[in-house]
């Protein structure tokens, strides 16, 4: 398609839009069929055990070797008895085998303490939907509670009740998620636009389009059978939100500044459409191709997340760009009252701002800013180097839930693998297979548990004398002797995990830098300039890691970090914080040629900073609305973000980058000035 066949489309897209007979229709229609998809509800999929789990490691084909047993696969739950004082007296022991009888229990069996303070019982739990293992569990303890004799504490702990109060952590979250973004987005527009009827024209628009996202993206996945867990549609609603506030906030503040200069609102916003569309094209499919890498992550889980986010952006940039300019363009320019734009009014570019008064001071000594910011970053940075990766089970949670106060109290008078036993699946022959377990350090025993088909599962319950890792490595060395035999359970699904962790970093982390790259050198036709903002970005993101690792240690009281995160983080923070840069960068080549490289950057600052600021401090109010979820990979990630996106925000694109392109001139283009510079 030649430049002309396209410019000619751009603009009857834009006069269709903003024209005066059709934007009604543009307006409402898309509106209309979002309403009646939304009704559809979202999509389902029956869930795989292995969903979570990272393709072609250990513990998943040993996870996947399960399905072949021919009744349905179970999972365990841990009922643990404990004496209120001293020890278990002979009648509450008694009471309590007879409590494990009538809950099931393996064989009926109660197994006592050495120290004869608790005694624990084993329950088979079917597999299935974490809401059906969720009420089994929530069953189990509430007979348990009834059973349990005067003077004796009942809990429940295991597989199967850590799988329970993990899924009640998004019980009713996601609602919670979406009510407390929305209400954070109310408050920063209506703070922002200082007027009480415009926020809600955006905040509608978006919000409409977070709901459509869900449904198309869900409905999507379960068509192509792809993973997804209880965090993506939060996760979704989150960077919708944020993403498409963003891009309203960017329209909206070009067409109050093209009100300033055209009487009739349908050309002052076909202006703004067409001037903003650009940025907000550039950084949307930035964004798109970012989160698209993770389609390449070993976790069926994190591909759904990347593909659902990806569909999100799509569908956040179409809102901002037709349904959000249609629907405002209807109205008059009363929406802005009381600061309602009138013609003549110098537009922000020319008025006195507080980022004109900043770009000033970073233009007299841009190579001082340059040296303050780097060193800045640098000292954030330094934490980098602390990180400990890779969170425990009991430290997955930011309140202490019973599966795993009760699995602390366990290990006080049980060996430590007890409550959570590993696997060995097998097809060769159980009981050399037991034989060869039960002489690897580390195991103090060994058992068959389920079989059938040729396929046998032993629990092994481990010593805890070293390292449980150490052990499954051990086993692993041991067994690779015997065909189609695996280890898996929690302990060795953690071990793989992290592996894969690893080996998505080292995949996906260069791809979303070779893609953002590339996007920004066809954007701005320029070398040097994409290279620089790259640079920024992965500067931000790595002071972003270090500052947040101080404020997990000394504030929150965090350990370790959950592994997931840096992937995650860096994917965001790039895509994002390449976003502002381009928001900032594309307005100074739309300056330059009529003012010249160092006073259209110092224009382009003064006429987005106030948007920009706004928009980045809104879309680091929303990640940190990750929080009011009780999980700490989800507070992790939405500090990480927060905390980068206001140094990209604040720091980075205010200073960092007018001050790089102050000191280079025409150089920051090279080795394409816009023409006229």
Request: aromatic letters at 6%.
């Amino acid at each position: 398609m030649s430049a002309t066949t396209s410019r000619s489309l751009r603009e009857k897209v834009v006069g269709v839009v903003t024209g005066r007979r059709t934007a009604w229709a543009v307006a409402l229609v898309p509106l209309l069929l979002a309403v009646l998809i939304i009704g559809l509800g979202e999509g389902e999929r029956e869930q795989q055990t292995t969903d979570s789990l990272p393709v072609g490691y250990d513990s998943t084909a040993g996870t996947a070797l399960l399905d072949q047993l021919p009744e349905e696969t179970t999972t365990t739950a841990v009922v643990l008895f404990t004496a209120d004082q001293g020890e278990l007296a002979p009648d509450q022991l008694r009471a309590v085998q007879q409590a494990a009888r009538q809950l099931d229990a393996a064989g009926g069996r109660v197994l006592p303490s050495e120290d004869g303070t608790a005694a624990l019982a084993v329950v088979p739990v079917d597999e299935g939907s974490a809401t059906q293992v969720s009420a089994t569990v929530q069953d189990l303890r509430a007979s348990a509670d009834e059973l349990a004799p005067a003077g004796v504490t009942a809990q429940v702990t295991g597989p199967a009740a850590v799988e329970a109060d993990l899924a009640a952590v998004f019980d009713g979250a996601n609602v919670r998620l979406l009510l407390a973004t929305a209400l954070v987005v109310a408050v920063l527009l209506v703070i922002t636009y200082r007027s009480p009827v415009l926020w809600v024209i955006p905040l509608v628009v978006v919000g409409i389009a977070d709901r459509f996202a869900a449904v198309a993206a869900t409905q999507l996945m379960a068509g192509l059978d792809m993973a997804w867990d209880e965090s993506t549609t939060g996760i979704l609603s989150v960077l919708v939100f944020g993403a498409g506030t963003d891009y309203a906030l960017l329209l909206i503040s070009r067409y109050r500044d093209e009100l300033r200069q055209e009487e009739s609102r349908y050309v002052a916003m076909a202006s703004a459409l067409r001037r903003t569309a650009e940025a907000v094209l550039a950084s949307a499919t930035t964004v798109v191709l970012g989160l698209l890498t993770l389609l390449l992550s070993a976790f069926p889980t994190t591909r759904g997340l990347g593909f659902a986010c990806a569909v999100g952006i799509v569908v956040a940039a179409t809102f901002a760009l037709v349904v959000l300019p249609a629907t405002l363009v209807l109205f008059g320019r009363w929406v802005f009252w009381p600061r309602v734009p009138h013609v003549g009014e110098p537009v922000t570019s020319e008025s006195d701002t507080v980022f004109h008064r900043v770009g000033e001071r970073v233009a007299r000594h841009p190579g001082r800013v340059i040296t303050a910011t780097l060193l800045l970053l640098a000292v954030l940075a330094s934490g980098v180097g602390w990180i400990n990766l890779g969170l425990d089970e009991s430290d997955q949670f930011l309140d202490t839930p019973e599966a795993i106060s009760a699995a602390t109290r366990l290990g006080e008078s049980f060996p430590a693998g007890i409550a959570d036993p590993a696997q060995v699946v097998t097809t060769a022959d159980a009981d050399q297979v037991v034989g060869t377990i039960q002489g690897t350090d580390g195991v103090e025993s060994a058992e068959v548990g389920q079989s059938g088909n040729g396929v046998s599962v032993i629990d092994v319950v481990l010593s805890g004398s070293g390292t449980d890792e150490a052990t499954i490595d051990r086993l692993r060395t041991e067994l690779a002797s015997y065909d189609d035999t695996h280890v898996t359970g929690s302990t060795a699904q953690s071990i793989d995990e992290q592996a894969a962790q690893d080996r998505d970093l080292t995949v996906i982390v260069p791809l979303i830098l070779v893609l953002v790259l590339g996007a920004l050198l066809l954007l701005l036709r320029s070398v040097v300039a994409p290279i620089l903002l790259v640079l920024t970005v992965v500067a931000t993101y790595v002071a972003a890691m270090g500052a947040s690792w101080f404020l997990f240690t000394t504030v929150l009281g965090f350990d370790a970090m959950d592994s997931g995160v840096p992937l995650l983080a860096f994917l965001f923070l790039v895509a994002l914080g390449v976003d502002y840069n381009i928001f900032l960068v594309t307005r100074a080549r739309e300056e330059t040629p009529a003012a010249g490289s160092r006073r259209g950057m110092l224009r382009a600052l003064s006429a987005t900073g106030g948007v920009i600021t706004s928009a980045g401090v809104l879309l680091a109010a929303v990640f940190a609305v990750l929080g009011v979820l009780p999980l700490v990979v989800l507070a992790q990630l939405g500090t990480v973000i927060c905390i980068g996106v206001l140094l990209d925000t604040l720091v980075v694109r205010t200073l960092l980058v007018p001050a790089l392109a102050l000191q280079l001139g025409d150089r920051f283009w090279w080795p394409r000035v816009p023409r006229g510079a």
